[in-house]
């Protein structure tokens, strides 16, 4: 059974740093692309960055320069570095696995992990 469970969100202050993580159990197509999205509340959920196997990466624009979106070796671990983070990074974010285009989705979400940015 396939299971993502995020961690290392938090409340900080503008300008601060945090850097989540996203273990993955029980998938190990190593040739698929992973993702963070978040959703804050009152809006819709938005892709945050991108990540396949090859090591190219994507970004939604208002974060481009500041994340980073990694993954370990072994492909069991997702990472976000936050940096210079802005009240409106505040949200929930969450890791997802496998696309699937047919249904133009991720077939894997976590539960998300709060992350509070204060002014």
């Known amino acids: 059974q396939v299971q993502l469970v995020e961690s290392g969100g938090g409340s900080v202050q503008s300008g601060g740093s945090l850097r989540l993580s996203c273990a993955v159990f029980g998938y190990t197509d190593s040739s698929a692309c992973m993702a963070w999205f978040r959703q804050a509340p009152g809006k819709e959920r938005e892709e945050v960055a991108t990540?396949?196997?090859?090591?190219?990466?994507t970004y939604l624009g208002s974060v481009k320069g500041r994340f980073t979106i990694s993954q370990n070796n072994a492909y069991t671990t997702l990472y976000l570095q936050m940096n210079n983070l802005k009240p409106d990074d505040t949200a929930v974010y969450y890791c997802a696995a496998d696309w699937n285009e047919y249904l133009a989705t991720y077939n894997y979400w976590g539960r998300g992990t709060q992350v509070t940015v204060s002014s």
């Open positions: 990540i396949c196997s090859d090591g190219g990466t």
